[in-house]
């Protein structure tokens, strides 16, 4: 059996740690992450007619997915702050629901899949 590799966020003697990115070169970077959202029939027809009477769902739920790209590091123990550069949040619509897609880059050390 081959000799398990070390995870980067724990040091020799099990304590947790942030991984050192420091020596790494600044490159960039993208990630993107795709989901679905199914709805019942009767919430996908109120959307899909301004129904809504709180405002467009659509445009909150793309508001909130670059909030929550923007604020990972808060939100994620371990993970580095980063400067994005872009975060683009795309929703589709099909029969069932939505289809979600959220593409984020940067120029860094690391990468931003986390935030995608």
Do not use: Q
Not at 30 to 56: F, H, M, P, Q, Y
């Amino acid at each position: 059996m081959p000799p398990r590799k070390r995870l980067s966020h724990v040091d020799p003697r099990g304590r947790i740690r942030m991984a050192d990115v420091g020596a790494k070169p600044e490159t960039d970077r993208e990630a993107v992450a795709e989901a679905e959202i199914r709805v019942s029939r009767a919430a996908l027809t109120a959307v899909r007619r301004g129904d809504v009477k709180k405002g467009n769902p659509l445009e909150t739920a793309r508001l909130a997915g670059i909030m929550a790209a923007k604020r990972t590091s808060d939100m994620i123990p371990l993970c580095h702050p980063l400067a994005l550069s872009h975060v683009d949040v795309d929703i589709r619509p099909r029969p069932w629901g939505y289809a979600l897609r959220s593409v984020v880059r940067t120029k860094g050390r690391t990468g931003v899949e986390m935030e995608a």
